[in-house]
């Protein structure tokens, strides 16, 4: 079965770094774009970075803009997540998600529903102490 595995996740105080990874599993992953999403407790789940299938392309919402950075590894087989200057309103389960790159990017931009990507990660916790 295609599916992603989140890792990285922790806890880390107010202005602290993590650095996610996202890794495929069952299927070729540089076939697709990458977004990550992150879900608060009681919010919905709302996306953070977009990265194309040929690294060209990158996207970031207002919020992580000059905090987070979307990156592939060299073997292309994971995708990082690089949060600095984390904040109290950061914290949550961080998804990643696959799928082709206009549903991808639609999603993390909120144009369209995260339910219409096709893989997801179960996520990793990240939470940030004041």
């Known amino acids: 079965q295609d599916q992603l595995v989140e890792s990285g996740g922790g806890s880390v105080q107010s202005g602290g770094s993590l650095r996610l990874s996202c890794a495929a599993s069952g299927f070729t992953f540089n076939y697709y774009a990458i977004g990550w999403f992150r879900q608060a407790p009681g919010k919905e789940r709302e996306g953070v970075a977009y990265?194309?299938?040929?690294?060209?392309?990158?996207y970031y919402v207002d919020s992580a803009k000059g905090r987070f950075t979307i990156s592939r590894g060299d073997a292309k087989n994971t995708v990082y997540l690089q949060m600095s200057g984390l904040k109290p309103e950061d914290p949550g389960v961080y998804f990643c998600?696959?799928?082709?790159?206009?549903?991808?990017?639609?999603?993390?931009?909120?144009?369209?529903?995260?339910?219409?990507?096709?893989?997801w990660g179960r996520g990793t916790q990240v939470t940030v102490a004041p």
């Open positions: 990265i194309s299938l040929d690294d060209s392309s990158t």
């Open positions: 998600a696959a799928d082709w790159a206009g549903t991808v990017l639609a999603a993390v931009k909120g144009d369209v529903n995260y339910t219409y990507l096709a893989i």
